[in-house]
């Protein structure tokens, strides 16, 4: 049977002119070619999709004004300095003239844009690149402007939001593109001793002299998924070391792990990722959520005329001796903070705080998984939470270390600190540790003086510090997080100088003694209380497991807001000589 005529053009012409007649018109700029998947994609798909592409997830370079337009509320964009003198301090030729084409190509005076704006109804300082103007590379000019916009922010007392995209330095500036590192360094470091909120946001690419100043300067640090940000770019490392770089080398996630950004935040959210971070660091009038608020509003604060007579220690203490369970031994204690089927420090997250974001990395070398932190809500008030993390089940625990805690851990719970002292935030950490991990490269990258460091600059932070031993306390390693105002213990839950097994070890020789060595080394909540080494013992009516953690941790919430509001009447001084007497006499 022949089908040759059975469908219509089944066989083409194959005349020229046929073909031209049968090629399909497409209108200029309905289409465009994805850089990543090569696919055609219909620009005004990829325009509603966040400039994203739909079949591979690729993400568009942006422009300014259409990124700010994502960005601010609508009609609240207020641009800064619009128009700016052409510089070309090396008088390189045949720069002014390149400036002025990009000028009249873009509609933009420079590679950045600035102004002021609101992002969900909080005002700030938003600078954004664009890559269509020499790359974004920073020259006088940019410099100028961010240096101009974050002092403004400054007296204005406002946060700063930037936008990185940038190839680095400007070459045909030279010297004076250089200066711009220092000149934006400069203005970011009186911002943030003025106690202001800097947020930047990294975005493809993030190189050269922009991400060794002010791209990597942010109190928190977000990137676009998939963005290239390094100091040299990939090219001049492989002609370096003539190697081939690996797969995902300088991407957000490789920063990420590395523990240089907080979050990798994906576009469609940005503006709800920027407005909840703008919340939590801004003052009275929008620190709240409106359901945190409306906690907050039932919560009946207690004052007295002085701080000191309030004793949240008597007031905690009334009912502990008749909720306390049934006299345990030691070795009972040890398994129950050992149990599976404890619960971990993120179990006692949704519990207690409300709205947690994690924030990732010491800045340093890496991200550690055994130590978890973020900022969070408690009684509608914002909180930094800093928790040890074991994991739960096998997998998590290999994930997480089993919560032995490295340099990088205990570095990245002090940066977090730090940042909760310059914005007024408590301090509550949940320690759960058998010990800092010991092993080759923990000692390479200074186990010891990470933990050092966390004591020494725990002692003087000026802002209230909250410690509870929910499942091991074990030796420096929980230390480290134990050393603020008050410690408290899960009843099950034990702290030592380090395992029972350890101290039979090394006293007796014979680690099998460790049910021995348990009794002796009165590592209980209840020991401990009664040697003055703790404040308070949270009862578990029962053990405790992730079943039954409601009732426990309803008390445990209740107990640590009347914590913080008894310890943030305190001023600074106060504070820190009860905190020094506390140590002083142990």
Sequence with gaps: MKLRYAFKRTIANKSAGADKELKPEVPDGMLKKCNACKAAVFVDEVKKNAYICPHCGNYFRVHARRRIEMLADEGTFEEWDKVMPISNPLSYKGYEEKVKKLQEKTNLDEAIVTGKAKIGGISVVLGVCDSRFLMASMGENVGEKIARAVERATQERLPVVLFACSGGARMQEGIVSLMQMAKTSAALKRHSDSGLLYISVLTNPTTGGVTAS????????LAEPGALIGFAGPRVIEQTIRQKLPKG????????????????AERKNMKETLARLLKMHCKNDCAESPEGQEKAENISVKKSDSADSMSVNSKLNVDFTTKI?????AW???SLARSKERPTGKDYLPWLF?????????????????????????????????????GNGTKE?????????????YRKSLRLMKQAEKFHRPVICLVDTPGAFCGLEAEERGQGEAIARNLYELSSLKVPVLSIVIGEGGSGGALALAAGDQVWMMENSIYSILSPEGFASILWKDSTRAKEAAEVMKLTAADLKELGIIEQVIPENQPLTRENMADTMEE??????EFLETYQLLDPEKLLNKRYKRFRNL
């Design 354 to 390: 409300d709205y947690f974001t994690e924030l990732h990395g010491d800045r340093l070398f890496g991200d550690d998984p055994a130590l978890v932190g973020g900022i969070a809500y408690l009684a509608g008030k914002p909180v930094t939470v800093i928790v040890q993390e074991k």
């Design 397 to 409: 625990n290999i994930a997480h270390n089993f919560g032995m805690v490295s340099p990088e851990g």
């Design 556 to 561: 445990l919430k209740n107990r640590i807001e």
């Design 325 to 329: 369970t049934a006299k345990k031994s």
């Design 332 to 334: 009972e204690h040890v």
């Design 249 to 264: 080398f300088q991407s957000s996630e490789f920063l990420l792990e590395h523990g240089f950004i907080d979050q990798i």
């Design 214 to 221: 002010f791209a990597m300067l942010g109190d928190i640090i």
